[in-house]
């Protein structure tokens, strides 16, 4: 398998920070969400459990999930739930199926390729997660789950499941979230913004000065400023008159 990918493409750089701020926040609440213990898929069924002991329930979660890919650590190699072999056509990976589409649509490589050589990162794990990180984000999922599933492969799996908290947006936790969100990557802080408040369903502006302005539920604005070097300067909401 030829290594094509020794970096990520400025397209891929950009659509991950586009879901680096919410994607982040969806990721922490997932965390929480999240009982410590056991893990299982019945992947016939689309079901995941985790939580509670081997031989009891108690505080065990049951989600519906999709396939998002694998990573094999001995080949150093990222392989979407839809290319896999044994999975193609099933409804597990139906919901994944569309970021091969996305990824066509929009000349982003890295979405479209069935499989991935990740030997010529400096951190293929890393880039694995990455892979991750965008695909959950492009599908618009809560989150991603990443767990072992036998020697020398790592499982991804997408929560397809109401039962998953999705953080609102709100004038408290804008500041943290957008801060987060671009200290994630630091390839593109306006697609960090934009791509939070799109993604809430928050009208935004940008005006002559730089300055992106949004519409909070609660009826106020935030402003977001950016400095010479195009970083996030100040987050903050103003009551609208």
């Not at 397209?11 to 999240?34: C, D, K, M, S, V």
């Not at 919901?95 to 990740?118: F, H, K, Q, W």
């Not at 991750?132 to 789950?145: D, E, L, Q, S």
Request: hydrophobic share 45%; net charge negative.
């Amino acid at each position: 398998m030829a290594n094509e990918f020794t970096r990520f493409s400025d397209a891929f750089f950009l659509e991950a920070e586009r879901h680096a701020a919410w994607g982040a926040a969806q990721l922490e609440a997932l965390t929480a969400f999240l009982p410590d213990g056991p893990w299982s898929a019945d992947l016939e069924a689309c079901r995941y459990q985790q939580g509670g002991s081997q031989g009891g329930s108690q505080g065990e979660v049951e989600l519906r999930i999709a396939v998002l890919g694998s990573y094999d650590t001995d080949a150093e190699s990222w392989m979407w739930g839809w290319a896999n072999p044994g999975l193609q056509g099933a409804e597990v990976v139906a919901l994944t199926s569309a970021i091969a589409r996305y990824g066509r649509v929009y000349g982003i490589a890295e979405l479209s390729e069935p499989v991935l050589d990740l030997s010529g990162f400096a951190d293929p794990r890393r880039a694995a997660e990455m892979l991750a990180f965008v695909g959950m984000g492009v599908a618009g999922a809560p989150g991603y789950i990443g767990a072992p599933a036998g020697p020398g492969t790592q499982v991804y799996f997408l929560p397809d499941d109401p039962q998953v908290p999705r953080p609102a947006l709100d004038a408290i936790t804008l500041p943290r979230h957008l801060l987060t969100g671009a200290g994630l990557i630091g390839h593109a802080p306006r697609e960090v913004v934009t791509g939070y408040f799109d993604h809430h369903g928050a009208p935004w502006e940008e005006g002559a000065d730089g300055r992106i302005v949004a519409e909070l539920p609660d009826g106020s604005a935030a402003e977001v400023d950016f400095d010479e070097l195009g970083r996030i300067a100040g987050v903050r909401a103003v009551a609208r008159p």
